[in-house]
């Protein structure tokens, strides 16, 4: 989302409350776009969101991937997951 905060109450409990996935998390950005520093500040929580996830906790052996978009931010910072 642009600008510099949340407005107040739109935080990670409250997007979970109205049924978005584990972890999910919303980041404030100059212009609104996937910059690098915001991936990299919210990579780790997504993976720490579908680890959660009932079906992904219960079958460990199982393998999952994430096919990303090609947004550069996606893939220049491969290094924080």
């Not at 905060?5 to 979970?16: D, M, Q, S, V």
Request: net charge neutral; proline share 4%; with cysteine.
């Amino acid at each position: 989302m642009k600008g510099k905060r949340r407005n107040a109450g739109f935080i990670n409990a409250f997007l979970e409350a109205e049924g978005a996935a584990p972890r999910s998390t919303m980041t404030m950005t100059k212009n609104a776009f996937m910059m690098d520093a915001t991936w990299e500040g919210i990579a780790n929580d997504i993976v720490r969101g579908y680890r959660s996830l009932p079906v992904v906790r219960d079958n460990p052996q199982w393998w999952m991937i994430e096919i990303f978009d090609e947004f550069g931010a996606h893939l220049n910072n491969l290094h924080v997951c």
